[in-house]
């Protein structure tokens, strides 16, 4: 995330990178205010604003009933995580491990599998049954001849608020 969480991958209602013009062709254009633009990109943007649902489970139901429209919503989003996957990489000049965490990497396969799918380059490898599998706890879904760590990491964000909060009040 850059300034704020607007920026990055698609999300349920965010609509991560954008095109900086786009703003303006939304004032100039769509004659809508500063206000409404913010609106729209951080409230009715992302997953919610391609298909009309945030909930990556619901989507994966509609795409299993051939919904475009989820479909759609489904592959930009996978196309932003291997986007990104790319970036690092580059950046970095190697990954030694991706981690997959919080409601949709916890809990859904299908992103896991499409967005790792076709890094072989990368040396990811993914290992469809344990990938399929379900576990509370942190376990690795890569293969044991990929180069990368692959690993769902399960998280508890009421805890780590709960903790923080405890600590800053304690302070």
Known sequence: MGLTPLEGL????????????????????????????DTLLNKRSGLAGLCGDNDMREIGRRMGEGDQAAQLAFDIYIHRLRKYVGAYAAVLGRVDAIAFTAGVGENSAAVREAAMRGLTAFGIEVDGVRNALRSATARLISTEASRVAVAVVPTDEELEIASQTYHLVSA
């Open 10 to 37: 698609v999300m349920g209602t965010r609509s991560g990178d954008i095109d900086p013009a786009a703003i303006f062709h939304l004032s100039r254009v769509g004659g809508m205010s500063t206000d409404e633009i």
